[in-house]
């Protein structure tokens, strides 16, 4: 049973936060101010048909073992994600991401495959889940730049979804279409093989080495007196919760930034329902304030 913490006052919570050492945590909450909507938000398109707070999959959302079950999947998810990846690449950072690039944490480790957070100019961190920038041959492994494949796409299929423009992007950065068999999918330059983002899919896990380099960022902060800030994550996914777990077993005080509930509400030494954006900049001037 989860107890939500106190809701603690926002100036008190940035004074808590001013001078620690800091590992953060962020979000899909973190980009919705950039126009990319998230799963779980009280504003989420998937509202009244959220997934759970300990969740599998939400709806529509294709899952690993799907994507490598056939060319059929494959088509399906290039087709969608085609005609999404033509206006999620043209997102911004917002506030939030500029105020975390001057705050310059210990390490940022971010659940977000928008690549915002390195356009905001953030230098030490981890995208846990990949980047959808990036494509992988699941065959060689080479990876290679998504705008590559996309031009490749693009003359392969030269008016696909141009009157389909309306549609809303989702969360992952594809579009809802009924039809995708007519749809031409492009394989690997060097080896034919199959192309896939370079993100971890629900049902995959993260590579290890990158979960290494979190928790040893998060137990550094054990002796410093530091903190771990989770900004705009519902932490319903393990792979992002198992570091508050792991900070708040540690005794590192664990501080959430969040509009609605988390999976780590009864972990956290302060909770804070603001917006990420708002609250990231007040904290990032509090912070380079001279002493
Ligand atoms: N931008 C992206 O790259 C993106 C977007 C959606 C989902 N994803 C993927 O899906 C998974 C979703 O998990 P998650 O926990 O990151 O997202 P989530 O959707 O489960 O949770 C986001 C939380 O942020 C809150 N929120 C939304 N806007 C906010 C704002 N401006 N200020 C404060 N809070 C705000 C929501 O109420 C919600 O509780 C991630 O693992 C990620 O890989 C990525
Ligand atoms: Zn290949």
């Not at 953060?24 to 938000?41: E, F, M, N, Q």
């Not at 206006?87 to 390490?107: F, K, S, V, Y």
């Not at 989702?170 to 279409?177: N, S």
């Not at 492009?186 to 080495?209: I, M, Q, T």
Request: a neutral charge; hydrophobic letters at 40%; glycine letters at 10%.
């Amino acid at each position: 049973m989860t107890v939500a913490a106190a809701e603690t006052a926002e100036q008190e919570v940035i004074g808590f936060l001013a001078e620690r050492p800091l590992v953060v945590l962020t979000g899909a909450g973190c980009s919705t101010d950039s126009g990319i909507p998230d799963y779980r938000g009280p504003g989420s398109r998937y509202a009244g048909q959220q997934p759970p707070l300990r969740g599998s999959s939400p709806p529509g959302v294709m899952t690993y073992q799907e994507f490598v079950s056939g060319p059929a999947a494959q088509q399906r998810y290039w087709a969608r994600s085609h005609v999404g990846w033509t206006r999620m690449r043209h997102a911004e950072p917002n506030t939030g991401h500029l105020a975390l690039a001057r705050i310059d944490p210990d390490l940022l480790i971010t659940q977000n495959v928008d690549g915002l957070h390195e356009r905001a100019g953030t230098r030490r961190m981890v995208a846990l889940h990949g980047r959808i920038a990036d494509v992988v041959c699941l065959d060689c492994r080479e990876v290679t730049p998504r705008g590559r494949l996309h031009d490749r796409l693009d003359a392969l299929n030269p008016t696909y979804g141009q009157d389909r423009l309306d549609l809303e992007v989702r969360p992952d950065g594809d579009v809802v279409l009924e039809r995708t068999d007519d749809f031409v999918v492009a394989g690997c330059e060097g080896c034919g093989g199959r192309l896939k983002p370079d993100v971890v899919f629900f049902g995959e896990n993260v590579p290890k080495a990158r979960v290494e380099r979190c928790y040893a960022a998060v137990d550094a902060l054990s002796h410093r007196g530091g903190a771990l800030l989770v900004a705009g994550s519902s932490l319903a996914v393990m792979s992002g919760f198992r570091f508050a777990r792991r900070a708040a077993k540690a005794g590192i005080p664990v501080v959430i930034v969040n509009r609605g509930a988390t999976r780590a509400d009864d972990l956290a030494a302060h909770r804070v329902e603001a917006g990420t954006s708002e609250f990231l900049a007040a904290l990032a001037a509090t912070r380079s304030a001279p002493a």
